[in-house]
């Protein structure tokens, strides 16, 4: 059995990945099952491999999930954890010419991972549809 | 991954929106099939160069098939010379959604597997050979307990499987009468069951018409004993 649990961090009452996913300004319906579609199939791979995941150099334990829709550059930064075969979904962002945006990505993705870490609670079942 | 969780939440998302709907049709093709490429290369230990010889593709090629972000989109033949290759079925139909949204959830690598042809074979063989055989032995059956002038038992569908696998073992512990026995030999016939002089030799699942007979030779009030009535209709006649 390889599957792997997909946990939302959340921030208080919010689900900021969830709001992020379903606001179509930033995340096209086309671009939403897309995204939806890959991290289902990721769920049920034991190797993630590049390019389509990689760990981030510089941020010991954070990984970005790789999602191309169209020219943009969808990044999904996470963590394996906090249990045994889970991923929490942390910060979601954009990169373009090289470069995140928001360019603080990754900090906050880590500020966050220190959070579910210390407090599992902040974290919610991915919501897949 | 509670999977009828996630069966729920793609439901309710594809009944509130068509077009995200037919945004995951999309990517359930091609995003789907990237993946299965991956998971038969890997399923069968090649390389991505060594898949590429064997369709004659460039090794770069093949990691564009396995990339869901690249730009190229495989084509019906493309699909072909690689199902060539790894020598396995290619199906591609119309299926309604509920199809769709069970396969998407399907996503274990170990499940996208598929057996070569060559692997498969001997399964293969031995159901389209066993099916039409069980088939065609309860017709042969049936026809044999009419010209004995029998009528094809029956038992009462309630607590079939129960009242049969007792019967069963009953046979098994009590001889055939005189008369069955020699009517045992004209039932036979069957493949995998052998009828002997008072004794059940052997038994298998799917015979269900010989498990009938068995039952109206032991009945217990819920089955017909065509031995009793044949008596009858004698003496009556």
Redesign the interface.
Known sequence: ??????LDYIDGATNPIQEWLKDKRQVP??A???I???L???????LWTR??ASNLEGYPGIVEI???WTNIQYRLLGYRGPGVRQFTLLFPALEKDDRFVPQNAPQIAQNRMAVVESDRSRTH?H??? | MNTTLVRRELLSSMKADPEYRHAWNLENVYTGICFQIRALREQRGLSQSALGKEAKMAQERISILEDPNADTRPTLNTLLRLADSLDVGLDVRFVPYGTVINRSIKTDMKELGVLSFADELHQLEREITSEPELGAAKRRTRRKFRAIGHPTPTIRRAGLSHKRRSLQSEARRKPLSRDYAGAAPAANGVAGSVWAPGKVVSFQRGTNVISHGLAALHGNGNTVIPNEQHERQKKKS
């Open positions: 059995m390889n599957e792997r649990q997909f319906v086309k939403r099952a897309k939806q579609r890959i289902l199939q990721l769920a049920g791979t034991a390019p389509l790789r999602i191309r079942e919501y897949f549809g």
